[in-house]
Structures are given as structure tokens and as C-alpha cells.
């Protein structure tokens, strides 16, 4: 009853409706979902009236907070770092209505006028000097850019754009790195919460021109993509892995190739363990349904009852065991079996890899789809 969608991929199934240029056959695109703290990135073609993603959906440290960090550096700047901590501990709702206003004034900010931003006057309490807001600020080296008065703060625009610049140049470069490597995109859809910043919109359609596009409501944009993703999911045809994905498993030990540490012993015979067993490597395009290849496994005991399958992701190509620094167990396979004290009982699955979901079939030698099977990836 419940189907996960990715938020780049809402995000575009959205803008394909406000914009219908975007969804016109062979369209290559950008989608930045740029949020609070991180930033989304994934790129794709139109085929078929669906999806195809051009390479890895891939994220940066580059967000709304980032902004918000600079301001409160600049706070910090003026007052002192004792006096901002000291403010936000005994004034927290104050503290939070400062940060919540500076919020909508940094979507309305265009880089053409003053940063206007609520002060609270406590903070000026707690600094606690003999000496007037524009000494304060005198001797912080920002009278010419800042002032203070009514309960606001008024920031210059050269200031105001000193605390989007070096966020906003982040994200422009690796736009611009991924235009030079995917070639011939046509448009660079910006949504999420930090998308709303006119300055943000500013800077980028003057890098990039009329490639920029962005929703009159950029942060609910992949709230309502999700609800038209949900309606229609075959919208996406192919995507791109962004790990290597694995299973662990067992093979008869050989010195020549395994390690010491992995050997064990089961009724006389000597296996590795640990063994990670590919079925879909990072980068891979994948068909969405796309069956990997059945594996066939035994059970180690005659009256064994329950059959677990642990599933492994890694950021490299080719991982030698599930315990290499680079995986980790991402779910397992819980399967309900029926022995009859046959060691020979056969016990088949295919995992199936290109949805938002890894899903998963299981039958026995027999063909009979076994039901009580299920993937746990909440742990």
C-alpha cells in the first residue's frame, strides 16, 4: 500500500506539468533539489514519454543552512561567540524567530536592495557594553554595511550577497561540471526550499540563461510530483545505480585466493565466508523491474526452517567481502521454509533492482512461489 518516490524524480514529474517543453521527446535535464542542508542532484533524458537517467544521481554539502551558517557568523562577528550562545540558551524562542524571519528574508532577497532581518534586542542586552548599537558595530569593522535600528537589522546588498556567494558558487560549479560531462542539456530545473531565493535564481539564470527553470512553488514541488508519480511510476524507464549491490554468501575455500580469516568448517568441508556476491555494479544502467540473475542456495541443516538472505551496497565497483570498509548490510531477506529433512531442498531467488525499491521473488526446486518471504531494509 505504500510506494517510495525519489525526490528529483517527483520533482520533475511535477515541472513536466508546468512546463511542457520539459517533457518533450529527447529532452536532456538537470534537476537540483536543493533543500536545507544538502542538495540532490540527477540528470536524465525524455524517452518514450518516460525516463532515462543519464549517470548516478549524486549530493553536495551545499544547501539553505550553509546561508543560514553565514549569518549566524556574522552574528557572531558583531557580538562575539559567548554572546550569541548565551542568547540562544536563555532566548530560544527569540533566537528561532530571528532565524525564522531571516528564512523568508532570504527567499525575497534579489541582490539588488538591503537584506532586511528582525533583531531581537536581547541579544544586544547580553553583549552587555557601556555603548551604543553603532559603536558595537563600529568596532566589529561593519558599520557601513550593517544598521540596526527599530528592531531590524539592514544589511547591505553587498553584505547580503557575501552570505549566499560562496554557497551559490558551489552549486553553479557543479552544474557547470555537469554540463561540460553530460553535453547538449537543454534545462536545469531548480526546486526545494532554497530554490525560492530570487537571488539564488538570479545568479544561476545569469550563468546559464534560459536553461533555468523553476515552479512558481519550488518547495512543494516534490511533495505534489510524489502524489503524480504515485499515479503513474512507469513515468520512469531506466536509472542509473548509485552503488554496487550484493549478497552474502559461501563458496568451497581456496587458499590460493581466499583469506585465512574467512575459512570455516560445515560437516567436514571448508568454505569462505563473507563472500560478496555482485548482481548490479555502481554506475550500471538498470531497466526498472530488471531481473538479476536467479541464485540457487541449500540448507546447511536437515530440518532447517527459516532462510535468511543479507543484502549489502558498496560505494566500489568490485568489493572481494560483505566486510570491506566500503559495505554495508542495507537488508535481509527473511524466507519461511519447509525441509522435510531434505538437505537437497532447492531454494530459488531473484532480486529485482531499478524501482525506488528493491524487491524480491522467491520459489522453490519446483517452481512454487514461496509467500512467506519478505525483505526487511528498517533493521
Request: some cysteine; proline content about 2%; aromatic content about 10%.
Given at each position: 500500500?505504500?510506494?517510495?518516490?525519489?525526490?528529483?524524480?517527483a520533482?520533475?514529474?511535477?515541472c513536466r506539468?508546468?512546463?511542457p517543453?520539459?517533457?518533450?521527446?529527447?529532452?536532456?535535464f538537470?534537476?537540483?533539489?536543493?533543500?536545507?542542508?544538502?542538495a540532490?542532484?540527477?540528470?536524465?533524458?525524455?524517452v518514450?514519454?518516460?525516463?532515462?537517467?543519464?549517470?548516478k544521481?549524486?549530493?553536495?554539502g551545499?544547501?539553505?543552512?550553509?546561508?543560514?551558517?553565514?549569518?549566524?557568523?556574522?552574528?557572531v562577528d558583531?557580538?562575539?561567540?559567548?554572546?550569541?550562545?548565551?542568547?540562544?540558551?536563555k532566548?530560544?524562542?527569540?533566537?528561532?524567530?530571528?532565524?525564522?524571519?531571516?528564512?523568508m528574508?532570504?527567499?525575497?532577497?534579489?541582490?539588488n536592495?538591503?537584506l532586511?532581518v528582525t533583531?531581537?534586542a536581547?541579544?544586544?542586552?547580553?553583549?552587555?557594553e557601556?555603548e551604543?548599537?553603532?559603536?558595537?558595530?563600529?568596532?566589529?569593522?561593519?558599520?557601513?554595511?550593517i544598521?540596526?535600528?527599530?528592531?531590524?537589522?539592514?544589511?547591505?546588498?553587498?553584505?547580503?550577497q557575501?552570505?549566499?556567494?560562496e554557497?551559490?558558487?558551489?552549486?553553479?560549479e557543479?552544474?557547470?561540471?555537469?554540463?561540460n560531462?553530460?553535453?547538449n542539456?537543454d534545462?536545469?530545473?531548480?526546486?526545494?526550499g532554497?530554490?525560492e531565493?530570487?537571488?539564488?535564481?538570479?545568479?544561476m539564470k545569469?550563468e546559464?540563461?534560459?536553461?533555468?527553470?523553476a515552479?512558481?512553488?519550488?518547495?512543494?514541488?516534490?511533495?505534489?510530483?510524489?502524489?503524480?508519480f504515485?499515479?503513474?511510476?512507469a513515468?520512469?524507464?531506466?536509472?542509473?545505480?548509485k552503488?554496487?549491490y550484493?549478497?552474502?554468501?559461501m563458496?568451497h575455500?581456496?587458499p590460493e585466493?581466499?583469506s585465512?580469516?574467512?575459512l570455516?568448517?560445515?560437516?567436514?568441508?571448508?568454505y569462505c565466508?563473507?563472500?560478496?556476491?555482485?548482481?548490479v555494479?555502481?554506475?550500471?544502467?538498470?531497466?526498472?523491474?530488471?531481473?538479476?540473475k536467479?541464485?540457487?542456495?541449500?540448507?546447511?541443516?536437515?530440518?532447517?526452517?527459516?532462510?535468511?538472505?543479507?543484502v549489502?551496497a558498496s560505494?566500489?565497483?568490485?568489493p572481494?567481502?560483505v566486510?570491506?570498509?566500503d559495505?554495508?548490510?542495507?537488508?535481509?531477506?527473511?524466507?519461511?521454509?519447509?525441509t522435510?529433512?531434505?538437505?537437497d531442498?532447492?531454494?530459488?531467488v531473484?532480486?529485482?533492482?531499478?524501482?525506488?525499491?528493491?524487491?524480491v521473488?522467491?520459489?522453490?526446486?519446483?517452481?512454487?512461489?514461496?509467500?512467506?518471504?519478505r525483505?526487511?531494509f528498517?533493521g
Open positions: 500500500m505504500l510506494s517510495l518516490a525519489l525526490e528529483p524524480e520533482a520533475f514529474v511535477y506539468e508546468s512546463f517543453c520539459i517533457g518533450k521527446e529527447g529532452t536532456r538537470i534537476v537540483l533539489d536543493l533543500r536545507g542542508g544538502t540532490d542532484i540527477t540528470c536524465h533524458k525524455v518514450d514519454g518516460g525516463l532515462k537517467e543519464l549517470k544521481p549524486e549530493g553536495g551545499f544547501g539553505g543552512t550553509d546561508v543560514d551558517a553565514k549569518f549566524k557568523r556574522l552574528l558583531i557580538f562575539g561567540f559567548a554572546a550569541v550562545k548565551s542568547f540562544k540558551e532566548y530560544l524562542n527569540e533566537c528561532w524567530e530571528m532565524l525564522a524571519d531571516f528564512e528574508s532570504k527567499r525575497k532577497f534579489d541582490g536592495d538591503q532586511i533583531f531581537s536581547r541579544l544586544y542586552e547580553i553583549y552587555g557601556h551604543s548599537i553603532d559603536d558595537v558595530l563600529q568596532r566589529a569593522g561593519c558599520s557601513e554595511d544598521k540596526i535600528k527599530r528592531g531590524k537589522m539592514h544589511i547591505s546588498k553587498d553584505k547580503g557575501w552570505i549566499f556567494d554557497t551559490i558558487d558551489q552549486i553553479i557543479r552544474t557547470q561540471s555537469l554540463i560531462m553530460l553535453e542539456v534545462y536545469i530545473v531548480l526546486v526545494g532554497f530554490s531565493s530570487k537571488y539564488f535564481q538570479t545568479r545569469a546559464f540563461g534560459d536553461k533555468v527553470v515552479p512558481t512553488a519550488s518547495k512543494s514541488a516534490v511533495m505534489k510530483g510524489a502524489v503524480l504515485g499515479q503513474s511510476p513515468s520512469i524507464q531506466t536509472r542509473v545505480s552503488y554496487t550484493g549478497i552474502a554468501t563458496e575455500f581456496k585466493i581466499h585465512e580469516n574467512k570455516i568448517v560445515i560437516d567436514g568441508f571448508e565466508d563473507d563472500i560478496f556476491e555482485r548482481l555494479t555502481i554506475g550500471q544502467e538498470i531497466t526498472v523491474g530488471q531481473y538479476m536467479e541464485m540457487t542456495y541449500y540448507p546447511n541443516i536437515d530440518d532447517q526452517a527459516h532462510f535468511v538472505l543479507q549489502f560505494s566500489v565497483e568490485n572481494k567481502y566486510t570491506d570498509e559495505c554495508q548490510q542495507i537488508g535481509l531477506l527473511l524466507v519461511e521454509i519447509d522435510g529433512g531434505n538437505r531442498f532447492e531454494i530459488k531473484q532480486l529485482v533492482f531499478g524501482g525506488t525499491e528493491i524487491q521473488e522467491v520459489w522453490d526446486g519446483h517452481g512454487n512461489l514461496i509467500k512467506d518471504a525483505m526487511d528498517l
